[in-house]
């Protein structure tokens, strides 16, 4: 893929983009604003998911085993 290519399918991705999310009737100061809090809302989503989702892997995989005959056993014999 040339760079040509790969710039008008950039900015058909961003016409999309546009078309989609309906901000092409936008003035360009609201545009700038609207992309700010998506942007924002979405590295929140990330930085949350990429945070505190392994976390939570880790103890339902830990709860999961337990139930269903994990190898971890506290009780001495």
Do not use: C, D
């Amino acid at each position: 893929m040339n760079f040509k290519n790969l710039r008008e399918y950039l900015a058909w991705l961003y016409y999309q983009y546009l078309l989609i999310t309906g901000i092409y009737v936008l003035e360009p100061w609201e545009k700038s604003i609207f992309n700010s809090i998506l942007f924002s809302a979405i590295a929140m989503v990330v930085y949350t998911s990429y945070v505190f989702v392994p976390i939570h892997v880790r103890l339902a995989l830990e709860f999961f085993s337990g139930i269903f005959g994990g190898q971890h056993s506290t009780m001495k014999h």
